[in-house]
């Protein structure tokens, strides 16, 4: 439709940007600026009922729907070209009631928005790796975080979920009503409508720690088989992480020669203090790295401690695997050389197992019962880099494919096609949802994500 065309949603209470407005530009911009997208409007919400009436116009005037939360996603598709963004990001409250354990978030708060909220009663729930990402398309899709060995993913914490459909209106899902779409929302993403608040389980937190162990790349392999063997010898749930390549960053702790070098890495999240975490990691630390950093700090500190800048180009992949033998860490090593440094990049494996595995059963990601999770995290700045460093993310994933149980965690990736999207749920998991979806969605108005066809 033409821009004469548009008019204001009934009953939106919001305000309205179109292409000219001052803010429009930073309000269509997205994380990753492979993403240059001109939507005709942007809806920003002030309450559920905003997202209501804007949903409701989309739908009428024919529009492409995107729902904006973070912002994070690799794929960008919380905005749309020519269509109607619904912009979540004003409904960020967080309410946190603190003799429950219970915190309600607003639809368009990120991790760094609930950390902070739940720290002074010293509670959380497992998080995404940086504070910038949102809370509502995080969990909504699995949500991967630095303690799920011990807590679980972002999802498992879910108490309910206040969703907006396709048709306008208001639903709520949780363990009593609206029961097969409250499974569905444990890991389906923004399929099903958009988000307006999400409800959460909270934990007690413990001083938490943070270790950060560098080498030169050489050392890679040794490296990362010592950390597999951590693991695979009984590290306990409490103890999160990852083996990666990155590149030196400018920081104090790093050695002049190492700054802006590719380097291997050990990290380690422990829930407790610096003792126990150096105990429990003491077989890196055996390794004598060249750089160390060890700190306790709170929770919501920890969460934007390894924040990722804005700005670059992404570019994102993930492979599952059944088991890390010598032959795979060989592989996984031997590509980092091919990573985009001087960058942000990285190149890493985390484990899962734990609680993330105990949960499985119960939700539609059978990715979960993978012990190993490669993740190839490519950011750079210059267009001219975007060939080799997608050839790189592709290739490293390819390296380890041998080993790989065949499925993936989707917020992950960006679009790998519809076959992937099946992976991530498995045959009969994705056929179920499918049915949901077309109880809620038949029309599939909300397809900017890893979509879900209606059954």
């Known amino acids: ?10 009953g939106f209470g919001g305000r309205l940007l179109r292409s000219g407005d001052p803010d429009y530009e ?53 905005v749309s070209d020519g269509g109607l963004v619904v912009d979540l990001r004003r409904l960020n409250t967080v309410q946190v009631d603190a003799g429950a354990r219970i915190a309600r978030v607003g639809g368009g708060a990120t991790w760094g928005d609930l950390d902070s909220m739940c720290q002074p009663y010293w509670l959380g729930t497992t998080g995404g790796r940086v504070s910038t990402t949102g809370v509502a ?69 413990p001083v938490v ?8 790349a050489e050392a890679g392999p040794d490296v990362v088989r010592a950390w ?77 401690a390894l924040d990722d800048p804005p700005g670059f180009r992404n570019f994102w992949s993930g492979e599952h695997l059944n088991e890390l033998p010598d032959a795979a860490i060989a592989a996984f090593c031997g590509r980092a050389e091919e990573m985009v440094s001087p960058s942000p990049s990285q190149q890493f494996i985390a484990p899962w197992g734990g609680a ?38 592709r290739n490293v994933c390819a390296d380890v494919r041998e080993w790989s149980t065949g499925a993936i965690y989707l917020n992950f990736i960006g679009d790998e096609g519809h076959d992937r999207v099946v992976a991530g749920y498995g045959e009969e998991n994705y056929r179920r949802l499918a049915a949901v979806k077309r109880e809620y969605d038949p029309d599939n108005v909300f397809h900017l994500n890893q979509n879900i066809k209606p059954g």
């Open 1 to 10: 439709m033409s821009d004469t065309m548009i008019t204001r949603p009934v």
């Open 26 to 78: 930073r309000a269509r911009s997205v994380f990753n600026a492979m993403i240059d997208k001109r939507p005709a409007m942007i809806a920003q919400c002030e309450s559920a009922a905003d997202v209501a009436a804007a949903v409701r116009y989309g739908v009428e005037q024919g529009l492409e729907i995107a729902v904006r939360g973070g912002g994070h996603g690799v794929a960008g598709t919380g």
């Open 137 to 205: 398309g995080l969990t909504l899709g699995g949500g991967s975080g630095w303690l799920e060995r011990k807590w679980g993913l972002a999802c498992d914490s879910l108490v309910s979920v206040e969703l907006i459909t396709a048709d306008g209106e208001l639903v709520i899902a949780d363990e009593t009503r609206n029961t097969e779409l409250f499974w569905a929302l444990h890991g389906g993403g923004g399929n099903f409508g958009a988000a307006t608040a999400l409800t959460f389980r909270l934990q007690v937190l």
């Open 209 to 216: 720690t943070l270790a950060m162990l560098l080498w030169p």
């Open 228 to 304: 597999r063997d951590l693991y695979e010898g009984g590290a306990p749930d409490e103890l999160g992480g990852a083996a990666l390549y990155l590149t030196g960053p400018p920081e104090e702790f790093v050695p002049l020669h190492l700054q802006g070098k590719l380097l291997v890495g050990a990290a380690a999240v422990y829930l407790g203090d610096e003792a126990e975490t150096r105990d429990v990691f003491r077989p890196m630390f055996d390794l004598a790295p060249e750089g160390v950093m060890v700190a306790e700090m709170p929770y919501a500190a920890l969460q934007s």
């Open 356 to 393: 993330v595995v105990r949960e499985a059963d119960r939700w539609p990601l059978p990715h979960r019962t993978a012990p190993w999770v490669v993740h190839p995290f490519g950011m750079w700045p210059d267009p001219a880099d975007d060939a080799r460093g997608i050839a790189w993310a």
